[in-house]
């Protein structure tokens, strides 16, 4: 009897248990008969809970690349540029023309850290950012950016940041070598890095800037770096005059061996310029690194071939140029064209550079000492205007005018276009400025005896 009485309780226990596991496998399990309200109007809809999302973790990967393009990037600026432009100026203004690079190094780094990167990318109207991030407010160790999917270190992002704000105001100096006292030179980059370069940054690259808003291509600096920095080269080139016997005696580059090595350390650092502003170690980081450097080689061929067509003769100056043509037409199209369009891109450079480095600068009468206009001024804005002709949707998601997307080149021009006021309206009335306060330009005296001496009391021996 007992066991039976056993056996009948156990079959109750299974057949009340079975509905309920069937009942999981389809659906939650229901509240309680007993606890369900008596009527539906008596008690309020209760909305599903939705899981949080998980915390973004470092991504080491990400994070390793990103630190090695950063490097590359300052690699750029030295030893890169400032062999580059040494060696294209008279032997006694190499140390100067170095130490410009140097000094600017440094001096960014500090602005940088005190303010530039918050106005830059800090979040705050559509033409600057805020001061939240002050001396680097909030970025500790465990920040991570807020770049969607980057998931590396804010710090990271800082400092790679970091080294473009470096070179853009150390590319100017090439369009006054010579020339500028060097007080005046550290107040105009310092002053000019917070007025120009972080405003414009926040414009392109921060997602609440208007430009960036307005859907601009600018993948890695045509805008923000090169235009930014060709246009304040040729206002700084105009307002100081030419340099003492230009156009009558020879100022034929010193070290061509310094300026090819330089141009070899741009190319090889500009990797990191295109393919680390994928901020990951990826596929499209991969692509910007093939377009970068078919883009180069084919505006260095174009620059070759139209001076030796032109000249006569091939010059190891040209190529150089030519390299660095190429390498500033592709930065802004680096994460949205292909090959093919990198060609196109990176032979028309070429071409319009080498024109604008020697037939329009002998036209229009200025003096550029090293063609910072004519190589980063126009081929910032070819490269920023032919993006929008040859974005590939399928690489950067946006679609360029040959496939469809004509406004897209609208889009850029407009871009193009504030760059160039804005830069160049601003830089005047900070020169002017200074001008009034300090004074611009060496004496005729110090520029004759060179500004390795005059300025540092140094000398190439």
Known sequence: MKRLLSMIALLGVLGMSGPVLAEDAVAPAAAPAATAPVSDAAAPAVAPVAAPAPEPKLDSGNTAWMLTATALVLFMTIPGLALFYGGMVRKKNVLATMMQSFAITALITIIWMVAGYSLAFAPGGPFIGGLDKMFLNG????????????????????????T???????????????????????????????????????WVWEPGGWLFTKGILDYAGGTVVHINAGIAGLVVAIMLGKRVGYGKEAMAPHNLVL?????????VGWFGFNAGSALA???????????????TAGAALAWMLAEWMGKGKPSVLGIASGAVAGLVAITPASGFVGPMGALAIGLAAGVVCFWGATSLKRMMGYDDSLDAFG????????GAILTGVFAVKEIGGVSGML????????IQLIGVGATVAYTAVASFIILKVIDMVIGLRVSEEEEREGLDVSLHGERVE
């Not at 991570?144 to 790679?160: D, M």
């Open 375 to 382: 190589v980063h001024g126009i081929g910032g804005i070819v």
């Open 259 to 267: 300026t090819i090595i330089g141009a070899a350390m741009l190319w």
């Open 139 to 162: 970025v500790n160790l465990n920040a991570l950016t807020g770049v969607a999917g980057a998931n590396i270190p804010e710090t990271v992002f800082v400092i790679f940041q970091m």
């Open 164 to 202: 473009f704000a470096i070179i853009t105001p150390a590319l100017i100096t090439g369009a006054f070598a010579d020339r500028m006292k060097f007080s005046a030179m550290l107040w105009f980059m310092g002053i000019w890095s917070l007025v120009v370069y972080a405003p414009i940054t926040h």
């Open 403 to 410: 496939e469809g997307n004509g406004g897209q080149v609208v």
């Open 281 to 295: 170690a990826d596929s499209r980081a991969g692509m910007a690194m093939v377009v970068t450097q078919v883009a």
